[in-house]
């Protein structure tokens, strides 16, 4: 399967812009060629701010491919024809949950409805699909998040556990893929459908007979939230609904890890047409403090396992990292100055540089997923 960089992943300025640095020097051509961008950490705020979206990138930037370009200085982003667009949606729920504290399931269906027809998000969506020639865009969806972060603390939210809001949520993907589909010229190759992982076959079949058109690519979301246990059996079924090889693409969002990856080889096949992507690569890249309190992990090419970054560990992971030479990205020499710039960072000596070798580390972590989805 391929693999995708997630540029848009989240992160702090310090982050972004590190890669943004790096980017034309250090980023690998397979991620140059495939790129996942989010059309919500591109135009939405946090969520503490009084409005969902950024006004001034909103009302200036429509071709996302040269927004990537402008950032990175490098025109080749100009070009990537496999680049996909996911929604970012994730953004617009926590935006609501902040602002209606103990909100309930069914109101924050109505608050993102709401949301999206105010703000005339789909126009947009619409809009910078076609001025970007994007020919993987993500249709949206509102996301089932299990946990919300409010002024209250971690609340359970799982949007999928009542009959009726799962019906709820279905039909507003309905919709919004419909309109979609129309404002981009009712090419259905432009947009890759969304279908939930956890939506049962007779969900499904409701879904796709209420589209104005046939799928011709797939995107399968919900899947970091999905047990790990029940994964095999759900996507079999799935296949056997859709058979899924004789799509033009499929492409499973946010997979969960490197183990669910495999899950969907093993399950699926490892077809020309399918693809994935994950932002555990970029997480775990960034979890160090300057306080020395939280670290930074390096993931290993041969055993998948992720080590953190402090002393102790320096000389195992080089051990680990030259028994990997073969197929790793970096050199030696490469890794030990991506090691001593975070543990630089970590000690409080934060940097350009250790932010450079944060975002270095980002790509590492991010090539270790792509060798183990091959």
Known sequence: MDFYFVYSSGGGAGDWNGIDRIFLQYMPKYFKDHILIKFGDIFFNHR????????????????VRKWVCDNTDDPVMLRPSNLIMDVGTTKMVSYITEKYDNINAEEIIWKFDDIMEKEQILDKYCSV?????????????????????TQSGN???????????????????IRYANITYRGTGK?????LTIINVAWTNEDIEYYLSQLDYMPTKLGIGGLADYPKNKMQVRLQAMDNLLHLERFNKVHFLGCGGIAKAEIIKNTLGNNKCFSVDNTTAYNRAIDGNTKNTAFSGYFDYVTKKLIRITPDTYRKILKLHEAALEVAYFNMSDMKEILKGILLHQSGQ?????????????IHNFDVFRYNAR
Request: proline share 3%; charged share 25%; net charge positive.
């Open 48 to 63: 503490s701010h009084t409005s969902i979206v950024k006004p001034k990138i909103w009302n200036t930037v429509d071709n």
């Open 129 to 149: 699909i076609n001025s970007s020639s994007i020919d993987n865009a993500v249709t949206f969806d509102i996301p089932n998040l299990f946990k919300v972060r």
């Open 155 to 173: 609340i359970s939210r799982d949007l999928f556990s009542d009959t009726v809001n799962k019906r709820q949520l279905i039909d507003a993907c």
């Open 187 to 191: 090419n259905t190759d432009k947009l």
């Open 350 to 362: 934060s940097s350009s540089y250790t932010y450079e070798c944060r975002a270095r580390l980002i």
